[in-house]
């Protein structure tokens, strides 16, 4: 459902990605990690239109939305009104935000509070709900887990796994939290200075040299085997 061909962005004469290929299938989930500035936000922004591509194609059949960076909530509005937000385009019969509060049962007593004076946790679910008023066949959520509590991103990471299975939404994942992300999807990729530097089933990345080195720069872990052919 997403198709991503030699991808290039530039912010002025810096490079920020440099030839990404990327596949989504759709009810597919997908990571996408790498450590900062590698250029995860830069892909998220660039398949939402908010950057514009110097080169390359992106192919999406279907809605996209968008769970932002810092979540990018309107402080001063309340939680139903930053929800209604996420449905303008929708038709007038798919602007309640009841099937949210379905899926997000802490909201409904929160509906009337101003979102700026909520949790972090609780923020990140009218984030993620305001993103599925929608309606849309895929999501794209970036820094699930920014700043949260580990309980609160299980629970998060839950609802969207429940999500995937129960009405086939197909998920990209943009995480630091490799051990989240390869948890939560089948498939991923590691994105290193504007390219891909390894991709494949999560379990195979998990062990991946290539995961180690996009976070410790340049360091592979240690072996775990026998060591070859020394004799110290
Ligand atoms: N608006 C911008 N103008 C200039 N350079 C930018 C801009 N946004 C991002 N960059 C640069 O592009 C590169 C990729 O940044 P990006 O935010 O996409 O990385 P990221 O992987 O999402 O990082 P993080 O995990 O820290 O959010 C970085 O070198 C960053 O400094």
């Known amino acids: 459902m997403l198709e991503v061909r030699e991808l290039v962005v530039r912010y002025g004469t810096a490079t920020a990605l440099d030839g990404i290929d990327l596949d989504v299938a759709p009810g597919e989930m997908v990571a996408l990690v790498g ?40 402080a001063t509005l309340s939680v139903e009104d930053n ?33 700026g004076s909520l949790s972090g946790g609780q923020q990140q ?40 299975r129960d009405r086939g939404l197909a998920v990209l994942l943009i995480e630091q939290e490799t051990t989240l992300a390869f948890e939560l999807c089948g498939r991923g990729y590691v994105l290193e200075a504007g390219r891909v530097v390894a991709s494949g089933p999560s379990a ?3 062990a991946s040299p290539a995961v180690a080195a996009a976070y410790l720069g340049g360091l592979a872990p240690a072996p775990t085997g026998p060591a070859d052919g020394g004799d110290a």
């Open 35 to 74: 450590a900062n500035g590698a250029g995860k936000s830069t892909l998220v922004n660039t398949l939402s239109g908010i950057v514009r591509p110097a080169a390359g194609r992106v192919r999406l059949d279907g809605r996209m939305a968008q769970v932002p960076e810092g979540r990018q909530l309107f």
């Open 83 to 115: 929800l209604r937000l996420g449905a303008w385009r929708n038709q007038r019969s798919r602007r309640d935000p009841a099937r949210i509060y379905d899926l997000f049962p802490d909201l409904v007593r929160l509906r009337q509070q101003l979102a």
């Open 125 to 164: 679910m009218v984030a993620v709900g305001r993103a599925l008023m929608a309606d849309p066949d895929l999501l794209a959520v970036d820094e699930l887990s920014l700043g949260l509590a580990p309980l609160v991103v299980r629970d998060l990471a839950a609802h969207l796994a429940e999500l995937n």
């Open 204 to 206: 195979e990345l998990r």
